[in-house]
């Protein structure tokens, strides 16, 4: 069983809309979770953290945690063609290191 | 504002030597990390370092790798006889070991084996 799985994408959205990205994470123990951007032969940039159970909202960015459900998502608002990058989801499954997912590749057509 | 920097950003190498791979992490972070990420597949953990230890590692970190931390500042990777299936972007992170573990990304090493 794979330890984080994003739905798999690609997902093109247009500009305006609101691209939903989910993740779903395996470890029931997991504490912190983080969505990282990247973009296409550059490294992970960290946008999200996400500790507790609900919403998080920074700027156009809403993440949502559902430990319950073992459930992660990124809503992104308003999106803009600079949003186009790949979405990774990361678990941190103890101190000392994360597990990402495969990402999701997000598009947003102009 | 305070970044994990890297050098070289690429690296070639013959296969079968031995490359070493430099990170600055950022100045007050405690915990230091290396991953990987092969061409169009998901970033993969390889070792996490804290207290002039290595806390964590994968499979993948077999003995073709080490790491260290030589003065204050530094962090690398040595990679021992090089294989073709070792060309990969390498990213360092560091995170400052609060118990959100934050943990920001350098710039990466690409690294091609021939």
């Known amino acids: 069983q794979k330890e984080v799985e994003q739905n798999s994408g690609p997902l093109s959205v247009p500009e305006g809309a609101i691209a939903s990205l989910n993740c779903t994470y395996s470890?029931?123990?997991?504490?912190?979770f983080f969505w990282y951007r990247q973009y296409s032969g550059k490294s992970p940039e960290l946008i999200m953290s996400?500790?507790?159970?609900g919403d998080k909202e920074d700027g156009r960015f809403t993440a949502q945690l559902n430990k319950a459900s073992q459930y992660v998502s990124l809503l992104i608002r308003d999106s803009q063609p600079s949003d186009s990058a790949t979405y990774l989801c990361a678990v941190n499954m103890n101190d000392y290191k994360l597990s990402f997912g495969a990402g999701t590749t997000v598009t947003v057509r102009a | 504002e305070p970044e994990v920097t890297q050098t070289p950003s690429h690296q070639v190498t013959q296969m079968g030597q031995e490359v070493i791979l430099r990170c600055v992490p950022i100045s007050n972070h405690l915990y230091f990390y290396w991953y990987r990420q092969i061409l169009g597949q998901k970033v993969e953990f390889l070792v996490s370092f804290y207290n002039n230890e290595i806390s964590e590692k994968s499979e993948i970190f077999d003995d073709q790798f080490s790491v260290e931390r030589p003065d204050g500042s530094n962090f690398t990777l040595k990679i021992r006889s090089t294989k073709l299936e070792d060309s990969a972007m390498y990213f360092c992170?560091?995170?400052?070991?609060?118990?959100?573990?934050?943990?920001?990304f350098g710039q990466g090493t690409r690294l091609t084996v021939v």
């Open positions: 470890d029931r123990g997991s504490q912190s």
């Open positions: 992170a560091s995170s400052d070991g609060s118990s959100n573990t934050e943990a920001f």
């Open positions: 996400i500790y507790s159970n």
